[in-house]
């Protein structure tokens, strides 16, 4: 086992204290970075980007080389589970995902297998040990999946949606077949992060991008439950060391409340939430990761450098801060901007940390 160099992320997720506040940045391997744009010209398609463990590698490590970040993140996307599980993924230009064989109906849902994902995923697991050897121990690894509701909402709608009317009537009219893909769903996802994490993911997150479209207690039943299910069969030790899970789901607010109880180590903020009151929701039960707009990110560096300035001082003193956006990083971005955020990161969290 390689020694790991640099451990104030996975510090910071158990919420113990650090120098200065660990960051990294969603979707920090991406289209705002002119290498990323090569490397993808190069794999012809973002799916055989996604296949080729070691272009997956290249684009892993490409934020790591430009910036001083505390964490790397497995280059995929939350569709290979339902590519996997025989949906047919395929990309429309200018549209987005989409799949061949949408869950139209209460039968297809029925009918839907959990497939061998050392199989049908082999690949991921193929890229997650590739980018662990190539990091030689500088940073740890992070895992991840798009939750349950997140992944149905594509599978059900057949791809992106602002409505998600097919699902929510489905939650509706026949929520019990709804219960039934979410379990099918958390089951296949335990079985993806576990073989990530075996591979050599040292942490592990969940994606809940479409929660809050959903009414309260609708996502406590669909959401919630089916993210507690996969972090009750999460691997959460390996190598010698804990695991940590974080769960996101943007837009939460005060249902940051309920996600503690999951056992989670830490919950990821957007930006609609402070961090203060994201505080006060979970009482400094789990960690916290965010929560700069990531608008912020076109605009000065002075102004990239206040926004840093009040995120840190939103989430105040002590350990359980992990720097982030609130969301990914948009492909508008200047990666010189990215330098101011990750230096003033750096230069100002310091002071609200006693050690470590």
């Known amino acids: 086992m390689t020694e790991l160099k640099n451990d104030l992320f996975l510090r910071a997720l158990k919420r113990q204290p650090v120098p200065r506040t660990p960051m990294w940045i969603m979707r920090q391997a991406g289209r705002y970075l002119p290498e990323y744009r090569a490397t993808r010209a190069q794999a012809g398609d973002f799916m055989s980007l996604c296949r080729n463990a070691e272009l997956a ?16 993140i497995l280059f995929s996307d939350i569709l290979t589970v339902p590519d996997a599980m025989g949906l047919g993924l395929y990309f429309e230009t200018g549209e987005g995902p989409k799949f ?26 193929n890229a997650v040990s590739t980018i662990r050897r190539e990091l030689n121990g500088d940073v740890p690894l992070i895992g991840f999946a798009g939750s ?39 089951e296949t996802t335990t079985e993806y992060l576990n073989a990530q994490i075996e591979s050599g993911a ?31 069969g999460l691997t959460r030790s390996r190598e010698g060391r804990d695991v940590p899970v974080i769960l996101f789901t943007k837009g939460a ?43 912020t990110l076109r605009e000065s560096p002075e102004a990239i450098r206040e926004g840093v300035a009040r995120v840190l001082e939103s989430y105040g003193t ?14 508008d971005i200047d990666p010189d901007h990215v330098s101011v955020l990750v230096d003033a990161v750096h230069e100002l969290s310091p002071r609200y940390h006693t050690g470590g």
């Open 253 to 295: 607010g005060p249902l940051l409340a309920d996600m503690v109880g999951t056992g989670c180590d830490a919950l990821g903020v957007d930006w609609t939430t402070d961090l203060a009151d994201a505080r006060r929701y979970t009482e400094d039960k789990v960690a916290l990761q965010g929560n700069l707009d990531p608008a």
């Open 202 to 232: 040292q942490a592990a997150m969940i994606f809940d991008t479409w929660g809050a479209a959903l009414e309260p207690d609708d996502y406590r039943r669909f959401s919630l439950a089916s993210m507690q299910k996969i972090v009750d």
């Open 100 to 125: 061949e064989r949408p869950l139209r109906t209460a039968a297809g849902i029925k009918q839907l297998k959990i497939p061998d994902v050392a199989d049908t995923l082999g690949y991921v697991f």
């Open 57 to 72: 590698c290249e684009v892993t490590l490409q934020p790591l080389r430009r910036y001083r970040l505390d964490a790397a």
């Open 148 to 186: 349950p509701w997140t992944v149905g909402t594509y599978m059900v709608e057949g791809g992106s949606s602002r409505e998600f009317s097919r699902i929510k009537g489905l939650a509706k009219e026949d929520p019990e077949t709804l219960s039934l893909l979410m379990d099918k769903i958390a």
């Open 318 to 331: 002590g350990p359980g801060h992990v720097f982030n956006l609130g969301h990914g990083i948009t492909p």
